[in-house]
């Protein structure tokens, strides 16, 4: 008789003890551990509240330091390739054309001041490949090639991983290369004339 009131017993604790734990978590999932953000000191050393986010609809906020999808701010792109040869993976693509001197001045100044020499109409990145290592940020000489906080943004069609920040269109870029040709050939001719016109001069002076 003394087990039954005894095994009675056992199983009314074990149920007070399960709901009081029950109860102490379902309380705690009152305070949200995404509540007090990322910045809090003590974010990381929280161990009570609900853990789990509705995401998307809630996320927790992305430290200021985070280094996540690349942005390039063309306008300050001076086209220099220092970013394209330090990227471990090669998921920066390149290519410049070379300023004609009569296009400076459309072409501009960075924000800082600087001439750029150079269009950029392919300036693209493979954001799929990029792991984030912030080299290409890190040598960047304009501070134009940036880190910033978006770090969710899948898609369904891979291609569209591709971002492309070059600063002319295909047409434009097609019309910049002619010029340049064009100006490179006129300065070749010129070189070769005053070339021709120097070693008749040296073969006169030797008659
Ligand atoms: S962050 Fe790293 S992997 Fe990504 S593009 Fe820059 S250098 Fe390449
Ligand atoms: S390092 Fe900076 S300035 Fe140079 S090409 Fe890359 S993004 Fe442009």
Redesign the pocket.
């Known amino acids: 008789m003394s087990e039954y009131f005894r095994n009675i017993k056992t199983g009314a604790v074990t149920i007070v003890t399960g709901m009081g734990i029950t109860l102490k978590h379902f309380f705690n999932a009152l305070n949200r551990k995404g509540d007090a953000g990322v910045d809090d000191v003590d974010y990381f050393r929280q161990v009570d509240g609900l853990v789990t986010l509705q995401y998307p609809r809630e996320v927790i906020p992305t430290p200021k330091n985070a280094r996540y999808r690349l942005y390039?701010n063309i306008e300050d792109?001076?086209?220099?390739?220092?970013?394209?040869r330090v990227c471990p993976i090669s998921c920066i693509m390149?290519e410049t054309i070379k300023v004609a001197p009569d296009d400076l001045a459309v072409c501009g100044k960075t924000s800082d001041g600087q001439q750029k020499k150079f269009w950029v109409p392919v300036f693209d990145i493979d954001i799929a490949k990029c792991m984030t290592c912030g080299m290409?940020t890190t040598?960047?000489?304009?501070e134009?090639?940036v880190h910033t906080p978006v770090s969710d943004f899948s898609e369904f069609d891979r291609s569209n991983f591709l971002y492309h920040f070059g600063n002319l269109t295909h047409l434009e870029a097609e019309a910049k290369r002619r010029k340049l040709a064009v100006i490179q050939a006129k300065a070749q001719a010129e070189k070769e004339r005053k070339a021709a016109e120097a070693s008749q001069d040296v073969k006169k002076a030797g008659e």
């Open positions: 390039n792109c001076i086209g220099c390739g220092q970013c394209e390149i290409c040598v960047c000489p304009t134009c090639l």
